[in-house]
């Protein structure tokens, strides 16, 4: 009836997979939780520990194959209709989260998003930029996401049919990381396949630090300007690419760069702050983007 499907890199998932195989056997449901690490190094160890459960395995690829190209991997070798798809560094707020989520199967749901926390404690200086960003842009309440179903759905904590994965799949060539969601997503709502969701969240627990965020959000920009260079993606679906198109018809983006230029170090010193700004957080990613886009 389900299988649970978590792509790894470099994170110890065994109380992540020991917590899900005992809330799903209590459903008393066929289940398998499959779990393929992309050729990480770390916690190779204590992740092989899962296949000591039934329905359940760890395995690793002998190379990288990306983030898209993994939850394809993992959909294909599911057995089951209903996949959940979980990433490594989510864990479930509630006990009946697998309860929860049979429930929506029952109700014939094709797509499921249960929602994303962050927990409340504030975290070391270095961490503040990703859990600000986290709590204000990704963990929303279930009033705010019914509003927008496709733009606030995430792949971290999905259930869906996998007929629609396989007949949609993830774009594999996005290799790195960044807005692969955004697309799945953009490419079920142009296919007229509605999304639910509900109030089944998992809490996200890793979090990077300042620095290696931004970095990464640089590289996720460069996949962001190949979308739009590709017509995969509208302004429609991305705040960034109308910022930057309104901006080029006021023939502005050239002083844009220049003032972002001017600016960003100072920038980047409040984003790695004990006060960042999401507001410059977004004058930084327009930047960025508008950078890529005059090469």
Request: aromatic share 12%.
């Given at each position: ?42 916690f190779i ?6 296949n ?8 690793i ?33 509630h ?10 199967i ?21 961490l503040?930029l ?8 990704e ?11 496709s733009?606030f759905?995430?792949?971290s904590?999905?259930?869906i049919?996998?007929?629609?994965v396989v007949?949609?799949?993830f ?6 990381y ?22 089944n ?10 620095a ?12 962001l ?8 993606i ?9 910022s930057?198109e ?14 972002f ?35």
């Amino acid at each position: 009836m389900l299988s649970i499907l978590i792509p790894v890199y470099n994170y110890n998932i065994f109380t992540l997979v020991e917590t899900l195989r005992k809330q799903t056997l209590e459903c008393n449901i066929p289940f398998e939780i499959i779990c393929l690490d992309d050729a990480s190094q770390d916690f190779i160890i204590e992740n092989q520990r899962i296949n000591q459960f039934n329905n359940s395995s760890f395995s690793i690829l002998e190379k990288n194959i990306g983030r898209s190209t993994i939850r394809n991997l993992l959909a294909q070798k599911a057995v089951y209709e209903n996949l959940l798809f979980l990433d490594a560094d989510t864990f479930p707020v509630h006990n009946q989260f697998i309860s929860n989520y049979i429930e929506a199967i029952k109700k014939n749901k094709k797509v499921v998003f249960g929602g994303i926390l962050y927990e409340n404690k504030k975290p070391a200086k270095e961490l503040l930029l990703r859990w600000i960003y986290g709590r204000k842009r990704e963990a929303l309440s279930l009033a705010d996401r019914i509003q927008n179903p496709s733009d606030f759905a995430l792949v971290s904590n999905l259930l869906i049919k996998k007929e629609i994965v396989v007949r949609f799949p993830f774009d594999e060539n996005l290799t790195k990381y960044g807005y692969e969601d955004l697309l799945f997503f953009s490419v079920l709502k142009s296919n007229l396949i509605a999304i639910t969701h509900i109030e089944n969240p998992v809490f996200h627990l890793n979090l990077e630090s300042s620095a290696l965020f931004l970095s990464k959000t640089k590289t996720a920009l460069q996949n962001l300007v190949f979308l739009d260079a590709s017509n995969k993606i509208s302004k429609k679906e991305s705040k960034i690419i109308a910022s930057f198109e309104f901006l080029n018809r006021l023939k502005l983006i050239s002083v844009f760069n220049f003032v972002f230029r001017k600016l960003e170090t100072k920038i980047e010193r409040n984003l790695v702050s004990e006060k960042p700004s999401l507001f410059l957080f977004d004058i930084y990613k327009l930047g960025c983007y508008c950078f890529l886009k005059s090469k």
